[in-house]
């Protein structure tokens, strides 16, 4: 297509950002209508995506998602499930670290609640999907600035291409420059911690068991992967996690074996370590007249739970549901009462995982003793209730509250 056919046509949505949450939506979109006019503008090229050594844990619902989208399928195979989780409280110099509580990993038989993925397999996947399904890839761009008039919106992007279109989405991260320009406001504040990401390779296998050892400096979490290799989602207070991620190996690999413990036999880094800033990012608003915020330009909070990636994907198949069903109904997908519909359905569901993530980490990130006790006898009590473990289990795999229906399998 020519510059000025681009220039010309006006789209239906277009997506700023290529991640997961712009795929799905933008996927979502097309398998549902396939008459809909779809682009997705991404600051990355496709081949950039395989650089991505990060992995996710990828909840029940998820993966029903992308099943139904027809993603699933192309890496399932690498996929490693999340058989058993356990939890335990303790402090570094403790010998032995009580499990406090454990959870069976199926919320049906043979379903696993999550899978724990490569993001390079995952976002791989959707693009390549996106694209068969005909939506138009724009990369590598951003949008640089945006007004709405009357039925549409003026998008201008960083080539000096210009797009039209009825509605557009920003899942351009936490960071969102275009929720910025939307002049939509926030509430943040910075926990003065960092979370490190690294892989590491172990003697024995891990049986498909996580663990999330809570220490006062913050949640050290094991999330297996397939063969003897694990993931950490190490939290610790900032000046020391640069100090840790910059260091020596062997300084590094000292301080992870008194974290990890021994019960997987020598632990080898493998790749590198990665340390980055943990917040409380909630957006005031989710939607002004022909735009909405999807994916960590609307909510970004602490790893925890491990549900920002998922919290991500129940906003991609809510928004899709909605201009879906706004578009049979002829309605203007872009109008603010339509949008109204998604920030309704996604803003109390984003926000009370932000408040929870943020009890939980004050709770569980320090040295009172009181505190310790408590929450000891707290995790006690719901160790010996399986009704409320079983709860518990369908809120970790994102299958409770109003659910999307591509996140319980169903076609919209």
Same mark, same amino acid.
């Given at each position: =297509?020519?510059?000025a056919?681009?220039?010309?046509?006006?789209?239906?949505?277009?997506?700023?950002?290529g991640?997961?949450?712009?795929?799905?939506?933008?996927?979502?979109?097309?398998?549902?209508d396939?008459?809909?006019?779809?682009?997705?503008?991404?600051? #990355?090229?496709?081949?950039?995506?395989?650089?991505?050594?990060?992995?996710?844990?990828?909840?029940?619902?998820?993966?029903?998602?992308?099943?139904?989208?027809?993603?699933?399928? &192309?890496?399932?195979?690498?996929?490693?499930?999340?058989? &058993?989780?356990?939890?335990?409280?303790?402090?570094?110099?403790?010998?032995?670290?009580?499990?406090?509580? $454990?959870?069976?990993?199926?919320?049906?038989?043979? &379903?696993?609640?999550?899978?724990?993925?490569?993001?390079?397999? =995952?976002?791989?996947?959707?693009?390549?999907?996106?694209?068969?399904?005909?939506?138009? =890839?724009?990369? /590598?761009?951003?949008?640089?600035?945006?007004?709405?008039?009357?039925?549409?919106?003026?998008?201008e992007?960083a %080539?000096?291409?210009?797009?039209?279109?009825?509605?557009?989405?920003?899942?351009d991260?936490?960071? %969102?420059?275009?929720?910025?320009?939307?002049g939509?406001?926030?509430?943040?504040?910075?926990?003065?911690?960092?979370?490190?990401?690294?892989?590491?390779?172990?003697e #024995? /296998?891990? +049986?498909?068991?996580? !663990? &999330?050892?809570?220490?006062?400096?913050?949640?050290?979490?094991?999330?297996?992967? $397939?063969?003897n290799?694990?993931?950490?989602?190490?939290? +610790?207070?900032?000046?020391?996690?640069?100090?840790?991620?910059?260091?020596?190996?062997?300084?590094?690999?000292?301080?992870l !074996?008194? #974290?990890?413990?021994?019960?997987?036999?020598?632990?080898?880094?493998?790749?590198?370590?990665?340390?980055?800033?943990?917040?409380?990012?909630?957006?005031?608003?989710f939607?002004?007249?022909?735009?909405?915020?999807?994916?960590?330009?609307?909510?970004?909070?602490?790893?925890?739970?491990g549900?920002g990636?998922?919290?991500?994907?129940r906003?991609?198949?809510?928004?899709?549901?909605?201009?879906?069903?706004?578009?049979?109904?002829?309605?203007?997908?872009?109008?603010?009462?339509?949008?109204?519909?998604? !920030?309704?359905?996604?803003?109390?569901? $984003?926000?009370?995982?932000?408040?929870? $993530?943020?009890?939980?980490?004050?709770?569980?990130?320090?040295?009172?003793d009181?505190?310790r006790?408590?929450?000891?006898?707290?995790l006690?009590?719901?160790?010996?209730?399986?009704?409320?473990k079983?709860?518990?289990?369908? +809120?970790?795999?994102?299958?409770?509250? +109003?659910?999307?229906?591509?996140?319980?399998?169903?076609?919209?």
């Amino acid at each position: =297509m020519t510059q000025a056919q681009h220039d010309s046509a006006t789209l239906d949505v277009l997506v700023a950002g290529g991640g997961y949450v712009g795929l799905s939506l933008a996927l979502a979109l097309k398998k549902s209508d396939p008459g809909i006019a779809v682009a997705v503008v991404d600051t #990355r090229p496709r081949a950039a995506i395989a650089k991505d050594l990060r992995c996710s844990a990828i909840a029940s619902a998820a993966e029903r998602m992308l099943t139904q989208l027809g993603v699933w399928q &192309e890496f399932a195979a690498r996929a490693q499930p999340i058989n &058993e989780m356990i939890i335990t409280d303790s402090r570094l110099r403790d010998v032995v670290r009580p499990v406090f509580l $454990t959870f069976s990993g199926e919320v049906a038989p043979g &379903e696993p609640f999550a899978h724990m993925v490569a993001n390079a397999d =995952m976002v791989g996947a959707l693009h390549d999907k996106a694209r068969e399904a005909c939506v138009e =890839m724009i990369a /590598p761009d951003s949008v640089t600035f945006f007004q709405t008039s009357g039925e549409s919106v003026d998008i201008e992007l960083a %080539s000096g291409e210009t797009r039209t279109a009825r509605l557009m989405v920003a899942a351009d991260g936490v960071r %969102s420059k275009l929720r910025d320009l939307a002049g939509i406001s926030t509430v943040r504040w910075e926990y003065g911690q960092s979370g490190i990401v690294c892989t590491v390779e172990h003697e #024995r /296998p891990h +049986e498909g068991r996580a !663990e &999330e050892h809570f220490l006062p400096s913050g949640p050290f979490a094991i999330l297996p992967l $397939t063969g003897n290799r694990s993931s950490l989602v190490w939290s +610790e207070k900032t000046a020391i996690a640069e100090t840790l991620v910059k260091g020596d190996d062997f300084t590094f690999e000292m301080e992870l !074996e008194r #974290r990890f413990g021994h019960h997987l036999g020598k632990l080898k880094i493998a790749g590198g370590r990665h340390a980055y800033p943990l917040s409380l990012t909630l957006a005031r608003d989710f939607v002004k007249p022909r735009f909405a915020l999807a994916g960590d330009a609307a909510h970004g909070i602490h790893p925890i739970s491990g549900q920002g990636l998922n919290l991500g994907f129940r906003d991609a198949a809510a928004l899709a549901e909605i201009i879906v069903e706004a578009r049979r109904l002829g309605l203007d997908i872009g109008a603010f009462n339509v949008l109204e519909q998604y !920030e309704r359905w996604r803003r109390f569901d $984003t926000f009370q995982m932000g408040v929870v $993530t943020d009890v939980l980490n004050r709770l569980f990130s320090n040295e009172s003793d009181m505190l310790r006790a408590t929450r000891d006898f707290g995790l006690g009590l719901v160790e010996r209730m399986p009704g409320l473990k079983k709860m518990f289990i369908r +809120e970790a795999a994102g299958l409770s509250g +109003e659910v999307p229906r591509l996140l319980t399998g169903e076609a919209i």
